[in-house]
């Protein structure tokens, strides 16, 4: 049982840990073609420091952990790592999101420390199109792919990929993913465009709703209902013949935030209990200026309890968070 409860009585147990700002792609949606000024590598959470807050975390009920980015593999010996989480808790939830390109050559490194699966992140099938989402060699599309195939050959399933659907962009790709789920037993997310994006382009009108992504797939490859997500992000649909199944998360026209049991720590170490908070918890300044376990313990805990009814996407007095999708960490 979590100790990790907020005002509204969500229970926390879910955590994701951004392990560095870096990337080497530039989707559209997160940040502009030139890139974002890095962190300074003094800034960024060490291992040490990363695993310290986990267990903490940890001792708190947190029984699942993510980590993100950024890209993180970028960072170096991350196996290490990996190995340190699992030794916390053998049975730790432990995942990754990851855009793909170093996962061909890392994946059995991975596995091998204790990774128990991964979402890999992919807009587009189309190498023309690839290059135009992520302002990369459209080739790459082929290294993720078989970067997929062999994290699944080593164990690191089930595989999610995660999709993110923006209008004049992908919206006509829906069905070749949904197949591409059904062919290689990944669960494909489809994921609305949020306004998350450093260079601030995002308008409603570049959303693509959950219910049209839903009525598309559906036209082309029958669904069954709702099979529910909990306080899952995604809503699980099944395909009506049994193979496989789609996710959506439709977070900016259907909000889940009712049953959002998540926190995250961005890659310099601040609290942030909801992506789009306005307000961040310093947990690197409390490491780093000597406090107890015990302290940063009910420091974390006094944070939790404030977090955010919701996002407040669709209301007259949304603001947007001051740093974008791969400074907070998906």
């Not at 955590?15 to 030139?34: G, K």
């Not at 959470?45 to 310290?52: A, K, M, S």
């Not at 997500?229 to 789609?246: K, T």
Request: glycine share 10%.
């Amino acid at each position: 049982m979590s100790q990790l409860k907020d005002a509204f009585g969500r229970s926390i147990d879910d955590l994701r840990i951004s392990l560095t700002d870096r990337c080497n792609f530039r989707c559209v949606y997160c940040m502009p073609a030139e890139g974002l000024p890095w962190l300074p590598k003094r800034e960024i959470l060490t291992y040490e420091e990363i695993l310290r807050l986990a267990g903490i975390f940890i001792g708190l009920g947190v029984r699942t952990v993510r980590l993100t980015g950024g890209e993180p593999l970028m960072r170096q010996d991350i196996d290490v790592l990996i190995e340190g989480l699992i030794r916390l808790d053998p049975g730790l939830d432990l995942s990754m999101t990851t855009n793909g390109f170093f996962l061909a050559d890392k994946a059995e490194r991975l596995a091998r420390a204790g990774l128990k699966r991964i979402n890999v992140s992919l807009d587009s099938l189309q190498p023309e199109r690839f290059e135009r989402m992520v302002r990369r060699d459209g080739q790459l599309v082929f290294k993720i792919l078989e970067g997929m195939r062999r994290a699944r050959q080593v164990g690191l399933t089930p595989i999610k990929v995660n999709c993110v659907v923006m209008r004049g962009y992908n919206e006509d790709e829906l069905v070749d993913f949904a197949r591409l789920g059904r062919e290689e037993d990944y669960q494909v997310r489809f994921i609305e465009y949020m306004p998350l994006d450093a260079q601030g382009a995002w308008t409603m009108q570049t959303v693509v709703p959950g219910a049209e992504i839903l009525a598309q797939i559906d036209g082309a490859i029958p669904l069954s209902r709702d099979t529910g997500h909990g306080s899952e992000p995604a809503s699980v649909y099944r395909f009506a013949d049994g193979r496989g199944s789609i996710g959506v998360i439709a977070s900016v026209t259907e909000p889940f935030c009712d049953s959002c049991n998540r926190v995250r720590i961005t890659a310099d170490g601040h609290l942030r209990t909801c992506l789009f908070s306005l307000t961040e918890h310093d947990l690197k300044g409390l490491l780093r200026s000597g406090a107890t376990n015990d302290e940063v313990a009910d420091f974390i805990i006094a944070a939790v309890w404030k977090k955010e009814a919701g996002h407040k996407i669709n209301q007259p007095d949304f603001v947007k968070p001051d740093r974008s999708m791969s400074a907070i960490g998906g």
